[in-house]
């Protein structure tokens, strides 16, 4: 019995992550609870297990890819809710004056760079694209056809001529409104 660790937000804590993410206090309260909730442990982290009883991303062809954008804020395998909120807080909408480097224009293109960039080396190959084109539509789409999607989109995007894309050649594909609209999930209003 002794042993469970205290489940409460200490004030401090609150008030940093308000400040670095934006969140405000009663939505950090609220993801607070939903992240307890998905510790079943009660260790204070979470596991991929427990990410993946999140229906939302169970059911998101991107779900996977997600996740690991958690994980990636975390050199172990567990996340704590530090790093819990930071990939959320991507998901802010964007309002005027009101933005910081999760949840800008700049911030959720990162992250969303990132989605489709699997070795982490900054660049989107074709074969990373298929992978990603893979997961998103499933058998729906012929292989030939997904290749060609990606193809054509590499050479749409491809500035510099390398065969891949960068992060500031992926900034200028995707439509601002797109971006703006897909990145962002209205937060328990
Ligand atoms: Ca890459």
């Not at 469970?4 to 939505?27: C, H, M, V, Y």
């Not at 998905?38 to 997600?66: Q, Y």
């Not at 990603?132 to 500035?159: F, P």
């Amino acid at each position: 019995m002794g042993s469970r660790p205290s489940l409460l937000l200490r004030d401090e804590e609150l008030a940093e992550i308000q400040k670095e993410t934006g969140f405000t206090a009663n939505q950090i309260e609220r993801l607070y609870s939903r992240f307890t909730a998905l510790d079943k442990t009660a260790t204070g982290a979470l596991s991929r297990e427990d990410f993946l009883r999140i229906p939302e991303l169970a059911i998101n062809p991107l779900g996977d890819r997600i996740v690991m954008a958690f994980f990636r804020q975390s050199d172990e395998d567990r996340v704590n809710f530090r790093q819990f909120v930071r990939v959320l807080a991507h998901f802010r909408p964007i309002k005027k004056g009101r933005e910081n480097a999760y949840n800008s224009r700049e911030g959720k293109l990162k992250f969303a760079f990132k989605l489709y960039d699997l070795d982490d080396d900054d660049r989107i190959t074709k074969e990373e694209l298929l992978a990603v084109l893979q997961m998103m539509v499933g058998e729906n789409i012929s292989e030939e056809q997904l290749i060609s999607i990606a193809e054509r989109t590499i050479l749409e995007a491809d500035m510099d001529g390398d065969g891949m894309i960068g992060f500031e050649e992926f900034c200028k594909v995707l439509d601002r409104s797109l971006v703006e609209q897909k990145m962002s999930i209205r937060f328990l209003n």
